[in-house]
């Protein structure tokens, strides 16, 4: 069974930064695909990016190109996501993806 298990979010002003975590089980990890998508309220789900298994290979939205970063750590099953220069309108919740699955998201707040 797929577990995806997010982490990190919070309350922080804006310019600042967070690193997200998404701890992951119940499937080979390091051939894996993962995403980050995020859902703000009231609207649907906005992709934000994507890396390959090895890490080689990441992609990013328009939105968030710059600012934040996806990594991974293959040996702890975990994948990552740094951000950097935060906007109120970055806020909401942030769920990493594994095809269709997702894990119960982390909130993050970007307020003064």
């Known amino acids: 069974e797929v577990q995806l298990v997010e982490s990190g979010g919070g309350l922080v002003q804006p310019g600042g930064s967070l690193r997200l975590s998404c701890a992951a089980s119940?499937?080979?990890?390091?051939?894996?695909?993962m995403n980050w998508v995020r859902q703000a309220p009231g609207k649907g789900l906005e992709w934000i990016s994507r890396?390959?298994?090895?890490?080689?290979?990441?992609s990013y939205a328009e939105s968030v190109k710059g600012r934040f970063t996806i990594s991974r750590d293959n040996s702890k099953n975990t994948l990552f996501l740094q951000m950097n220069s935060l906007k109120p309108e970055d806020s909401a919740v942030y769920y990493c993806?594994?095809?269709?699955?997702r894990g119960q998201g982390t909130q993050v707040t970007v307020s003064s």
């Open positions: 993806t594994k095809d269709q699955n």
């Open positions: 119940g499937f080979t990890f390091r051939s894996s695909t």
């Open positions: 890396i390959s298994g090895g890490g080689v290979f990441t």
